[in-house]
């Protein structure tokens, strides 16, 4: 079984930033990957970035070039940097990890934490 849980979701100004951090603990088999989502009212869960153990990246459009997803395989711990926070942003983030896998989607996560509230005032 494994456990993820998230934490530096805040209240920032636009064109602020965060960091969130995501630590996983249990059973990890590599390969893997941890991912960050998110949610905002009355929408479905999207992806925004996910990292695989072999460190390959992806991102969704919408947050290219302002946010970063990074990883420390040691600690089992994935962090998202995002800048240049924008109203559209706001969301519950929640992190996902595919054990076993490398494969990062929605429906490919096997484990997710309760999320972190990121809020963006204008």
């Known amino acids: 079984q494994v456990q993820l849980v998230e934490s530096g979701g805040d209240l920032v100004q636009s064109g602020g930033s965060l960091r969130l951090s995501c630590a996983a603990s249990g059973n990890i088999f590599s390969p893997n990957a941890m991912g960050w989502f998110r949610q905002a009212p009355g929408k479905q869960r999207e992806l925004v970035a996910c990292?695989?153990?072999?460190?390959?990246?992806q991102y969704a459009d919408s947050v290219k070039g302002r946010f970063t997803i990074s990883r420390d395989n040691a600690k089992n711990t994935v962090y998202l940097q995002m800048n240049s926070l924008k109203p559209e942003d706001p969301a519950v983030y929640s992190c996902g990890l595919k054990s076993g896998s490398s494969y990062c989607s929605l429906k490919a996560m096997n484990s997710w934490g309760k999320g972190t509230l990121v809020t963006v005032s204008s």
């Open positions: 990292i695989s153990s072999g460190v390959i990246r």
